[in-house]
């Protein structure tokens, strides 16, 4: 038999283009390839760009720039993809270029220049049922849709990724139940907008397990609440019928845990944003969802420095966020994205007042998370293991999104616990961003 034919892969980007990655990888591993991890071994290396903010474009290119050197034979795909003239006129030697999702033409490319020999067997080179994970085994991303329909003035998205496409409920939970029987323990729902669910099919009847299920948010939260294992929201925008989802948090089907990019508090700014659901009275709707479930934690992201933002609505953003008291709180200066409809409004705010408003947003959340977390000591909290050392493990908790939030540093002397344990902590510290525990005697 001739050697099977190896595949290495550079994946950049959000959790979204993650999951494309390993769709890309799982689809190449189904068709015999070898995916190795480094450039010598590889015939061939596929580079899954990101394409989002300038920074992340420059990290692509280097990307490409280094995959042509080390390896020579390149295949470029994902958000950056959808400017593939600009990629060509760069590196001419690149062998294809394809956007987001394009997860055929990529896999067409890898098999026209690096043909699978004939005697692959796919009975005798199985790929494990959930796919190739690219997360650890105890964790795993679930896309529920892509793309999105709306047109955020600062973003490309759409333009890349395209209107909302949901995936049906029944495909959804099926892909949630092989991952939960592979190992999962905690599955993290993401899509561009994780509260649209369904709309774009009419929130369609589909099947799992022989009994229907609706196309929709409420109703797949509560099928994902069925399977026993930790089920966390990403990019939930504020839509009335997220308060549907709060009963479900506060009876622990689902974790109680938002991450809504609310972005800014003024009306004004939210408007010029185009945001969706900029009308929402978002405190009285936190308050509310406080009242209904009491450990719900709240992340979200802003935007300082939009074009036009006064001080007076800066100062509007600082006082959302000591009213709101949200728990986990990320914050960017705006910077312009080629392309983007923003980039035609007037009153850009200068370089040196943008710092001046970020540095005084951070200073205010910082108070607040510090306060939330040291609120925290004395609490017993249930903790997922993501890594055992000598003397300590690193775990999170319901409030802890991986990559994005704080972790639990756990002492963990003389016990056995492997990563994917749930197990119970006692709070005894917190920092800035972490909390530490000991195992209950
Ligand atoms: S909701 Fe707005 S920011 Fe999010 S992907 Fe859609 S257009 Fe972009």
Redesign the pocket.
Same mark, same amino acid.
């Given at each position: 038999m001739s050697e099977t034919p190896k595949v290495g892969f550079v994946s950049l980007g959000c959790p979204k283009a993650l999951v494309d990655s390993e769709r890309i990888l799982t689809q190449l591993r189904t068709d015999g390839y070898q995916v190795v991890p480094d450039y010598d071994s590889a015939n061939i290396v596929v580079v899954n760009t990101c394409g989002f903010i300038d920074s992340a474009v420059e990290e692509s290119l280097d990307a490409i720039g280094e995959a042509l050197d080390e390896n020579g034979k390149v295949i470029v795909t994902g958000c950056l993809g959808v400017k593939s003239e600009s990629i060509l006129a760069r590196f001419p030697q690149v062998l294809s270029v394809t956007g987001p999702q394009a997860y055929e033409e990529v896999v067409g490319a890898v098999h026209q220049h690096v043909p699978i020999s004939v005697e692959h067997n796919p009975f005798t080179e199985l790929v494990p049922p959930q796919g190739i994970k690219l997360t650890p085994r105890h964790y795993a991303y679930l896309k529920i849709s892509e793309g &999105?329909n709306? $047109? &955020?003035s600062? &973003?490309i998205?759409?333009s890349m990724r395209g209107n909302l496409v949901s995936r049906d409920a029944g495909d959804v939970l099926s892909e949630a139940q092989r991952l939960k029987d592979a190992g999962v323990r905690e599955l993290l729902i993401i899509s561009?907008?994780t509260s649209a669910y369904g709309v774009d099919i009419k929130y369609r009847t589909a099947f799992w397990e022989g009994r229907p299920v609706k196309t929709r948010m409420k109703e797949l939260c509560e099928a994902l609440g069925e399977l026993g294992i930790w089920v966390r929201l990403h +990019?939930v +925008?504020p839509y009335p019928h997220v308060d549907e989802i709060i009963p479900l948090m506060a009876q622990g089907l689902i974790l109680p845990y938002l991450d809504i990019p609310f972005q800014h508090a003024s009306k004004r700014i939210l408007k010029l944003m185009k $945001?969706?659901a900029a009308a929402e009275n978002n405190l009285t709707r936190i308050r509310a969802w406080r009242e209904i479930c009491p450990e719900l934690t709240v992340r979200s992201t802003f935007i300082v420095g939009f074009p036009g933002e006064t001080e007076a609505e800066f100062q509007e953003l600082l006082d959302f966020l000591e009213k709101a008291q949200l728990d986990r709180v990320g914050c960017f200066q705006y910077s312009p994205v080629e392309g983007a409809a923003a980039n035609e409004l007037p009153d850009s705010v200068p370089d040196e007042v943008k710092q001046d408003r970020f540095e005084r947003f951070m200073q205010t959340q910082s108070k607040i998370s510090q306060a939330k977390l040291q609120a925290k000591i004395g609490s017993r909290q249930i903790v997922l293991i993501d890594t055992v050392g000598e003397t300590d493990a690193v775990a999170r908790s319901a409030s802890d999104a991986p990559e994005i939030d704080g972790v639990v540093h756990v002492s963990v002397d003389d016990y056995d616990i492997e990563p994917g344990d749930f197990i119970e902590v006692d709070i005894t510290g917190a920092d800035d961003h972490d909390l530490f525990g000991v195992i209950p005697a």
């Open positions: &999105c709306h $047109r &955020c600062f &973003c998205i759409p561009q907008d +990019y +925008y $945001r969706p």
